[in-house]
């Protein structure tokens, strides 16, 4: 019922290499020919739900094969639901699921209320190479997808390369795939075919950007495992960012949303690390590695679109900021291709999917809000002296109250909603100011830089001075103003 999949795209010079390799093994060779069904208004779509029926055809015998994908917590995880529904086309038929009692009933109502618009939004046209491979004492299925997604006269090339779990451990699957992933490059791609199909059938060619997602912990879950999941969020929300980035198909927004989850992940690494005996410190050194290789294009990005707004607004001299360069876009697109990011993703994946071994009495609640009383009281302290702190310190309180942040957020289901939203809304003007003098010490260092071939840059500089004197006395002030705040208890 549940399928574990990862799913990579294979540079163009490492193709036939690949098709070697497949011709070498005992490969099973199927024709695959499928119908996406949605409404118009792409509902299921919305949902994250795929509904299809496939011919499936290995040149033996033809079968259609009837599908409903559902999502999991897990990302990577799909409940599947597959029924043969014989060798002649036929129409849609939803009664099994209708009745199945391990689909959730909000799904069933989805299903119920919209299944007389359901129609064809798409088909897809794939020649899979299939080889199953015994490793360890698992079973894993590679399969090598050719071929097209077909909408409304439009045609998609498709070609990757899946590694589906028949059975055993995630372990082993990523072990299986780590030695394959370096040889051919490969890197890992989150979008499925239903998700590139409604793409484009909506003729909608830009890449969806994640946003980070709620996140409901058990008040029974052992610290280990409260912590898998909010490394399980984290992944949910870099990695489709992170594959639109891949794909050479992006935009700032992206880049922003792959810093934030990066930031978000680093912050639960830091504040929760001595919840699990399983957590690899190099993680750490190569998310901050990560997150300053992607500083410098959102850096230009925040003056272009924030600052130089507000300077025109204050009679500045125009002047030219550097264009985002395409050899700046190809390195972030190489630097999520790499091998040392997507070993890293893999082996936070292993880290969520392996069984935890570690025993504990503590309640997640109190280890969790411990944390929170750690943090809150070191920014009550910076909040005392912040004007005497020199820039790094001041650095370093900003990142504290992000931090202070998103533990809030990672925890808020173990606590009353309504103190959680009042501690949240006392922490919001302090982290504003302190980002917005961050953004003025980020600017400047980058102006400074210009003066020689744009001297017009002088007037902002003193604007930028100016306004960083006003915003370190709000931040001070902010900062005191939260210092008052109950702490969560």
């Known amino acids: 019922m549940f399928e574990i999949e990862l799913k990579f795209q294979i540079p163009e010079e490492k193709q036939e290499m690949l098709i070697k390799a497949f011709q070498r093994k005992d490969t099973n060779i199927q024709h695959l020919q499928a119908k996406y069904y949605d409404t118009a208004q792409f509902i299921l779509s919305e949902h994250s739900i795929s509904l299809r029926q496939r011919l499936e055809d290995d040149q033996e015998n033809q079968q259609w094969v009837q599908t409903l994908k559902l999502p999991t917590e897990q990302r990577l995880k799909r409940a599947e639901f597959e029924e043969n529904i014989g060798s002649a086309e036929t129409g849609l038929d939803l009664k099994n699921y209708l009745s199945n009692k391990h689909i959730a009933k909000n799904i069933k109502h989805l299903l119920e209320q919209h299944k007389d618009g359901l129609e064809v939004q798409f088909q897809t046209d794939i020649e899979r190479k299939l080889s199953l491979f015994k490793f360890q004492n698992s079973e894993i299925e590679v399969s090598y997808d050719h071929g097209h997604i077909i909408a409304h006269q439009q045609r998609l090339a498709l070609r990757e390369l899946e590694f589906e779990l028949k059975q055993g451990t995630v372990q082993d699957l990523i072990s299986f795939i780590l030695p394959r992933m370096k040889r051919y490059n490969l890197w890992l791609d989150t979008r499925s075919k239903a998700q590139q199909g409604f793409q484009l059938a909506q003729n909608s060619p830009d890449n969806p950007v994640q946003l980070q997602t709620p996140l409901v912990l058990d008040p029974k879950d052992h610290p280990e495992n409260a912590l898998k999941k909010i490394v399980n969020n984290c992944l949910s929300h870099l990695l489709p960012n992170s594959t639109a980035i891949a794909s050479g198909n992006f935009n700032s927004k992206h880049i922003h949303q792959a810093r934030v989850a990066i930031r978000r992940l680093r912050s639960a690494l830091k504040t929760f690390s001595n919840w699990s005996l399983h957590i690899d410190p190099?993680?750490?050194?190569?998310?901050?590695?990560?997150?300053?290789?992607?500083?410098?294009?959102?850096?230009?990005?925040?003056?272009?679109?924030?600052?130089?707004?507000?300077?025109?607004?204050?009679?500045?001299?125009?002047?030219?900021?550097?264009?985002?360069?395409?050899?700046?876009?190809?390195?972030?697109?190489?630097?999520?291709?790499?091998?040392?990011?997507?070993?890293?993703?893999?082996?936070?994946?292993?880290?969520?999917?392996?069984?935890?071994?570690?025993?504990?009495?503590?309640?997640?609640?109190?280890?969790?809000?411990?944390?929170?009383?750690?943090?809150?009281?070191?920014?009550?302290?910076?909040?005392?002296?912040?004007?005497?702190?020199?820039?790094?310190?001041?650095?370093?309180?900003?990142?504290?109250?992000?931090?202070?942040?998103?533990?809030?957020?990672?925890?808020?289901?173990?606590?009353?909603?309504?103190?959680?939203?009042?501690?949240?809304?006392?922490?919001?003007?302090?982290?504003?100011?302190?980002?917005?003098?961050?953004?003025?010490?980020?600017?400047?260092?980058?102006?400074?830089?210009?003066?020689?071939?744009?001297?017009?840059?002088?007037?902002?500089?003193?604007?930028?001075?100016?306004?960083?004197?006003?915003?370190?006395?709000?931040?001070?002030?902010?900062?005191?103003?939260?210092?008052?705040?109950?702490?969560?208890?």
């Open 282 to 489: 190099t993680w750490q050194t190569q998310l901050t590695e990560l997150f300053r290789q992607l500083g410098s294009a959102r850096d230009l990005d925040m003056i272009r679109e924030e600052l130089l707004p507000q300077l025109e607004a204050a009679g500045a001299p125009k002047f030219k900021l550097p264009e985002p360069q395409d050899v700046d876009s190809q390195k972030l697109t190489k630097l999520f291709r790499s091998f040392n990011f997507n070993y890293l993703v893999l082996s936070l994946i292993q880290f969520i999917a392996q069984e935890s071994s570690e025993k504990s009495q503590i309640a997640v609640y109190k280890a969790a809000f411990k944390k929170v009383r750690q943090l809150h009281r070191k920014i009550q302290i910076d909040a005392e002296n912040y004007l005497n702190l020199d820039i790094e310190a001041r650095h370093r309180t900003r990142k504290n109250l992000k931090r202070l942040r998103y533990s809030i957020e990672f925890v808020a289901s173990l606590s009353d909603k309504s103190q959680i939203k009042k501690y949240l809304k006392a922490i919001k003007p302090a982290q504003e100011s302190l980002g917005l003098y961050n953004d003025l010490i980020v600017a400047e260092e980058v102006l400074k830089k210009m003066v020689k071939a744009e001297p017009q840059v002088w007037f902002a500089l003193g604007w930028i001075a100016a306004e960083q004197q006003r915003l370190l006395l709000k931040s001070q002030q902010d900062l005191l103003q939260f210092a008052k705040t109950a702490v969560l208890e």
